[in-house]
């Protein structure tokens, strides 16, 4: 069931490695952003956000019994509160400490702040372990959800 799961993933992970680079090509020379860090660990640290959103939108198409159910699911409960709760919208220092709580476990928020202090700051990796810490943590919980959504349904048993 792994090797079926990420057999599905690979297409869709290179076309959005290939999205990410031109994202940043174009906000480095279009808009003028400065890169002051290293982009291979701004390239993993991106590889890993990427694989954890693919995951859970895998986990969610796979716990969704329609096309349309997966993408009201995706909006609702996946992109507003990742959009409020990441810190790229609202700082989440101002936020209350409820809404702080929630922003911690959110992976996007720990992205956003690792590509700050890559890309503004220019600190190495040793400065963002512990948002990398958090990434592949919640990297690991969707790939164990989809490997037990997997093997939980009848039609590969």
Same mark, same amino acid.
């Given at each position: 069931?792994?090797?079926?799961?990420?057999?599905?993933?690979?297409? @869709?992970?290179?076309? @959005?490695?290939?999205?990410?680079?031109? $994202? %940043?090509?174009?906000?480095?020379?279009?808009?003028?952003?400065?890169?002051?860090?290293?982009?291979?660990? *701004?390239?993993?640290?991106?590889?890993?956000?990427?694989?954890?959103?693919?995951?859970?939108?895998?986990?969610?198409?796979?716990?969704?019994?329609?096309?349309? @159910?997966?993408?009201?699911?995706?909006?609702?409960?996946?992109?507003?509160?990742?959009?409020?709760?990441?810190?790229?919208? *609202?700082?989440?220092?101002?936020?209350?400490?409820?809404?702080?709580? &929630?922003?911690?476990? &959110?992976?996007?928020?720990?992205?956003?702040?690792?590509?700050?202090?890559?890309? %503004?700051?220019?600190? +190495?990796?040793?400065?963002?372990?512990?948002? $990398?810490?958090?990434?592949? $943590?919640?990297? *690991?919980? *969707? %790939?164990?959800?989809?490997?037990?959504?997997?093997?939980? +349904?009848?039609?590969?048993?």
């Amino acid at each position: 069931t792994l090797e079926l799961m990420l057999g599905k993933l690979i297409t @869709n992970l290179i076309l @959005n490695c290939v999205v990410a680079a031109i $994202a %940043l090509a174009l906000t480095h020379y279009v808009i003028g952003l400065p890169i002051n860090g290293s982009l291979t660990v *701004f390239a993993v640290l991106s590889l890993i956000c990427v694989l954890t959103t693919m995951l859970l939108g895998t986990f969610i198409s796979l716990s969704s019994a329609t096309e349309a @159910n997966a993408i009201s699911t995706a909006i609702t409960v996946v992109c507003l509160p990742l959009l409020y709760f990441s810190g790229i919208i *609202f700082p989440t220092d101002s936020m209350p400490d409820w809404a702080n709580a &929630i922003s911690n476990v &959110i992976y996007a928020k720990w992205y956003i702040e690792a590509s700050r202090k890559i890309l %503004l700051q220019g600190v +190495d990796f040793t400065y963002v372990i512990k948002d $990398a810490c958090f990434m592949l $943590a919640n990297m *690991f919980l *969707f %790939l164990m959800l989809c490997v037990y959504k997997l093997k939980d +349904d009848r039609w590969l048993k």
